[in-house]
């Protein structure tokens, strides 16, 4: 059945396409952030580069990447001649993090909501519709990908190139803890039915209602997380 967003617009563009193979550095990355952030690598332990390298079957060169977008994100301390060390952001600068992440997006959400082309919506109502199918499959790491695309579709809806480059660098550092929601029992019907709620509103063109929604959503996603990880 289609969701109520979608009842609102006739959905002309095509599916996505199949997922982009992740390179090595980006898989990487993200092995070692689930572990980080799961707690099987304690804050303190250092990140031996030979040490990782063997274990994946890889060259040193996608390790030293890895663990440089993961000191981006607050997991990893890096140290100048020596292995980093892991270290986790503290929960105040994590809310912190939260918080402006949730005012970007309601900014570009409500831009969305006026500023959007007609092929724009109806490619987010597409996309939209693919995490649907998704939440059915029960597969929360296509679904954490394919998210990333709903996301960035309303940034770049936006119509601010200014407005988009610091919201998905903002997103860049916190998607090892937005990704580790998706564990949590049930979270993606709830992502998607919050998603909807910030659709509707954008083909509305309802501009603070759109704002609304996406900062609620980004707030739950805090929550979730935090208490995923134990922290609340």
Known sequence: MPTSAAKRAKTTAS????????????????VLADEIVQGRLTPGTPLEEVEIATR??????????????????GLVEARPHRSALVALPSIERLRGMFEVMGELEA?????????MTTAERQALVSVHEGL????????????????EH????????????????ITLATRARLSPFRRAQFRTLGRLPLSHAEHDHVVTAILRGDKAGAEAAMRG??????????????VR
Do not use: M, W
Not at 56 to 73: D, K, N, W
Not at 150 to 165: K, M, P, Q, R, V
């Open 15 to 30: 599916r996505p396409g199949p997922r982009r193979s992740a390179t090595r550095s980006e898989e990487l990355r993200l």
């Open 56 to 73: 994946f079957g890889v060259s040193r060169t996608p390790v030293r990447e890895a663990i440089r977008e993961l000191a981006a994100s």
């Open 107 to 115: 900014i570009c959400a409500g831009l969305a909501a006026v500023n």
């Open 132 to 147: 649907a199918e998704l939440v059915r499959k029960g597969d929360p790491q296509r679904y954490h990908e394919l998210n």
């Open 150 to 165: 709903f996301h960035s579709a309303i940034y770049h809806g936006s119509h601010n190139d200014y407005l988009t480059e």
């Open 217 to 230: 959503h980004i707030t739950l996603v805090e929550e979730t997380y935090e208490r995923y990880s134990g």
